[in-house]
């Protein structure tokens, strides 16, 4: 018999090797170190005068550049080492002010022509590029129960304005609302206008000696909702953070179900990242209590600015709040066009404008406090049941007054905040109104800042390693099973490529755990070889001839391949599925390495062994 | 080449080995017990600063200097080479603690210290990874066993699972008794471990359910050890060549990749003993026999070739 495969066989195996080389060569292309200018806000232009400004700045500085490029949104200089990427960035960042926004960046120099496949580098870790991760915990059980608050309150009114006497509505510790009425009628009628008030909350009604109750839970589903839509809502917000901050290429995600990571690789000034990132407070727009207002409806805060506290010392703001800050769309300081006073003028979402004109139609001449509310979360460490130190986060809350003024008229979507001293103030508060837009509080839960230089060192003893070991297995291989063992290691060459490609391609980012992962692929790759080989010499000694051999050798130890790597594909798909980032990278490139090492192999291998010897009718020996 | 390939009599010391891996898991137990896993910050949560010195560091000075800046309890270790330090604190995260550190240990150094990465983990995060870790590894070991149910019998996956199983707890053990971090990546490695050795369980029962279709008159103890016979070169050299680009991760990988790669070391070494030893060694007390993989679905096919 003979072994020949069918030349669509052959071409395939050529096609996909052609483009595993093409789509794994962009990696090859070391990036240019460079600096990126964007604008600090949509409307900035970037063109060639300001190009020219930056390499003005850089010229004095005597830094080398080169590729000056700009797109009107945004210019990139790349720079000849990185050492100079910091000096460079603050020479420009000078001669620009701070309208522009300047950062480091990493120019890729594929060629065109590799650009034209829309062949692209694999992005680099945090831990290979250096940066900054954060995972930041959205505190959903907050939003919920400020959503229940703010129902007592209208529950309240609404019974009011129902004529329907009640005892009290109280909000529990773990989200029940109870009303307690007189009698029996009360309450029923009560359940009706609240049924109807009030269609997504579950109503229950229980008698008590003397009082009749309703108690009002959220169901599962509006409370999922509700923290839906909490953490969307903030990680659109940390978005525009980010943005703010232009870095290249920034993750914002959400991880779990009320938990957000943000990377930003290649960040040097981590404390700026953090700053901007961190803010993580709210905003409450609340009336001033009138003096005769109920103890119980009335609450008294401080003033943020010191100021002002010594000026006035607290106020008092009703406990009913207007609105708060996730409905805030934007805050910008400007000046009064008539009187050139500082002002901050604000938008607020469509449904934010209808409560608030609402609230202050009826309310002209009073004043209102904007509220700014910080979640701070302090560690304190304890003893536990075995004597180990463990660590307790504990959260403070510290809410203070930035502005209480007085409503001039009925306000709307747009309104504008005057009477404020001189413009620093009136930018810090515009800054304060846009760091409160959260739907809800979030806190740090962890951060991991890798120095850009052990990044790179990652990269070059990830690399050694993969060289090395993959130098060991092809020596190994081709002693032991010779012109076979060629055929494996062309293979295994050819699926190192197709791993990188896929990985490209897919837009996977390489971490050394990654790293570690296609080491590992490499070593078990050539599994499936060595169970086809030695199936063959096994043939062989029980006395078939070579092209049998060959045959049966690849036949036989096919099912027991697909055995073989099923299941570990599937502990790889169960790895990705538990794991985080890191780990989550070496899953994905050890599921890529099995699928791309099944077919160079079974299908590559094949090829090759064919054309060496697939033609020859009268073989006698195998090389193997 | 030898013609017909001698059958090694590995199940004729089938007690021995048991002995030997009953002692082993005993003392991996143990030693969990006791001491313990070192669960390195990704599960505890904490602080921890890594610097790097031009020169060799000392240890001790780096201590006094800590602890007269007011970090108290920093726990401070070489990491990977004399001229980096990795500390750890006791203590909750602020935004510019790693300027602090570094201004701390600047005082009376000549040499400038560079602040190679920092690192925070809430509590809250180590213990949900924990939990998730290990219910990952149950999970993996039930769908495995499922699997393995599925397309052998059993029998068959009980052996896998027990395998398995073993391996998990020597190299846990392992890491207990030496008492090595362990870290994600190292989570990450015993996962790959399971991964591995199932992979070599696989090959060799593969080839006992070959050979339990295709030889007659012999019993399951022949069927087994002429599997693994015809199995060993095959086992051997893919442990080889794992191990060889291990070794290369070993020693050239640097630190923050040397609890994994230890790891797979000794899973792949426990998981190829386990695959000979272990996994047959409990099909073969399970009285495996022909009968329990007699219904072959179309199986005929594969005696087609043979001449």
């Given amino acids: ?153 209208e529950m309240k009114s609404k019974l009011r304005t129902a004529k329907i ?18 009698t029996a009628e009360l309450r029923d009628n009560a359940d009706a206008e609240l049924r109807s008030e009030f269609p997504t909350l579950l109503r229950e009604s229980k008698d008590e000696p003397g009082r009749f109750l309703i108690s009002l839970t959220m169901s599962e589903q509006a409370i999922n909702e509700i923290e839906d839509y909490a953490v969307s809502q903030n990680l659109t917000t940390l978005r525009n953070r980010v943005n703010e901050l232009g870095v290249s290429e920034p993750i914002v995600q959400r991880q779990g179900s009320n938990r957000v990571v943000v990377e930003l690789p290649g960040v040097q000034d981590t404390a700026e990242a953090k700053r901007i990132i961190g803010k993580t407070a709210n905003l409450e727009f609340r009336l001033e209590a009138k003096p005769s207002e109920l103890v119980t409806r009335k609450e008294a805060f401080p003033f943020r600015s010191e100021m002002d506290q010594r000026r006035w010392g607290d106020a008092f703001l009703e406990k009913k709040l207007i609105i708060s800050g996730d409905h805030v769309a934007n805050a910008q300081s400007s000046f009064d066009s008539q009187t050139s006073q500082p002002q901050v003028n604000i938008t607020l979402d469509s449904s934010g404008g209808t409560k608030m004109h609402r609230a202050t139609r009826s309310n002209v001449g009073r004043r209102m406090g904007v509220l700014f509310i910080e979640y701070k979360t302090q560690m304190d460490y304890k003893l536990n049941e075995a004597g180990e130190q463990v660590a307790v986060p504990t959260q403070i809350i510290e809410k203070k007054i930035i502005s209480l ?164 594909l599937i502990v790889a798909v169960i790895l990705y599925a538990i794991g985080s980032g890191p780990v989550q990278g070496f899953a994905v490139t050890l599921s890529i390495g099995i699928l791309t090492s099944m077919f160079t192999a079974i299908v590559g291998t094949r090829a090759l062994i064919n054309l060496i010897y697939g033609g020859r009718k009268n073989l006698e020996k195998l090389w193997i | 080449m030898a013609k017909e390939k001698k059958v090694i009599n590995f199940m004729g010391r089938r007690k021995l080995a048991a002995a030997f891996s009953v002692i082993l898991l005993i003392a991996s137990v143990a030693s969990l017990a006791i001491n313990g896993l070192q669960f390195g910050l990704d599960f505890t949560g904490g602080t921890q600063i890594e610097v790097g010195y031009k020169q060799p560091a000392n240890l001790n000075e780096v201590r006094e200097q800590l602890s007269a800046a007011g970090f108290e309890g920093a726990t401070v270790v070489f990491f990977g080479a004399e001229t980096d330090v990795l500390i750890r604190l006791q203590r909750g995260f602020e935004p510019g603690l790693g300027d602090e550190i570094l201004t701390a240990l600047n005082r009376g150094a000549e040499s400038d210290i560079e602040l190679r990465r920092v690192e925070f983990v809430g509590p809250q995060v180590g213990e949900e990874l924990r939990d998730e870790g290990g219910l990952g590894m149950l999970f993996a070991l039930a769908v495995v066993m499922l699997y393995v ?128 030893y272990v996994a047959s060694n409990i099909l073969l007390s399970m009285d495996i026999s022909k009968e329990d993989l007699m219904p072959p679905v179309k199986e005929g096919e594969e005696f087609e070739d043979v001449p």
């Fill in chain 2, 149 to 276: 149910a599925m397309r052998f019998q059993f029998k068959f996956s009980i052996g896998a699972v027990g395998a398995l199983i073993h391996d998990v707890i020597i190299v846990l053990g392992f890491f207990s008794l030496l008492h090595i971090d362990f870290d994600l990546t190292v989570l990450a490695a015993v996962l790959a471990v399971i991964g591995y050795s199932l992979n070599d369980t696989i090959v060799v029962f593969d080839r006992i359910r070959e050979n339990f279709r295709k030889l007659r008159g012999v019993t399951s103890l022949e069927v087994v050890n002429t599997s693994l016979s015809q199995t060993l070169d095959r086992t051997l050299i893919t442990s080889g060549t794992t191990m060889l680009v291990l070794l290369a991760l070993f020693y050239y990988g640097g630190e923050m990749i040397h609890g994994f790669a230890t790891a797979l070391l000794v899973g792949i070494v426990v998981g190829t003993y386990s695959s000979i």
């Fill in chain 1, 405 to 568: 003024a007085t409503i001039q008229s009925a306000l709307g979507v747009q309104f504008r905040i005057t009477g404020l001293d001189n413009t620093a103030e009136a930018s810090e508060l515009a800054l304060l109104l846009r760091a409160g837009a959260l739907a809800a509080p979030m806190y740090f839960v962890e951060e991991r800042t890798i120095g850009p230089s052990l990044g790179a060192e990652n990269i070059a003893v990830g690399v050694k390693s993969v060289q090395i070991g993959l130098g060991l297995v092809l020596i190994f291989m081709l002693v032991y099973y010779r012109v076979f063992g060629l055929a494996a290691n062309i293979a295994l060459a050819l699926n190192l490529f197709l791993l990188v490609a896929c990985m490209s391609l897919l837009g996977a980012t390489l971490t050394l755990p990654g790293i570690a992962g296609i080491v590992l692929t490499v070593g078990m790759a050539v599994d499936a070889n060595v169970l086809i080989f030695s199936r063959i010499r096994e043939e062989l000694a029980n006395g078939m001839p070579p092209q049998s051999a060959i045959n049966a050798g690849y036949d036989r130890a096919f099912t027991t391949i697909l055995d073989a790597n099923l299941t570990t």
């Fill in chain 1, 165 to 182: 006497r009640y005892q009290s509505v109280t909000l529990s510790d773990d989200n029940v609302v109870t009303a307690a009425f007189k």
């Fill in chain 1, 1 to 153: 018999m003979l072994n020949r495969y069918p030349l669509w066989k052959y071409l395939l195996v050529l096609i996909v090797a052609a483009l595993g080389v093409i789509y794994s060569a962009p990696n090859l292309y070391a990036p240019d170190p460079a600096v990126q200018i964007s604008g600090n806000s949509g409307a900035t232009v970037i063109d060639e005068r300001t190009l020219a400004m930056a390499t003005k700045a850089l010229d004095d500085a005597g830094i080398q550049y080169f590729g000056e490029e700009s797109n009107g949104k945004s210019a990139l200089l790349r720079l000849k080492d990185t050492e100079q990427q910091l000096a460079a960035k603050e020479a420009i960042q000078r001669s620009l002010g701070y309208n522009y926004v300047v950062a480091l960046n990493l120019a890729p120099t594929t060629p065109e022509w590799l650009r034209s496949f829309g062949a692209e580098p694999m992005k680099l870790g945090l831990d290979l590029a250096g940066g900054v991760h954060f995972l930041l915990e959205v505190d959903t059980k907050s939003a919920v129960a400020k959503r229940l608050e703010s129902s007592v309150d």
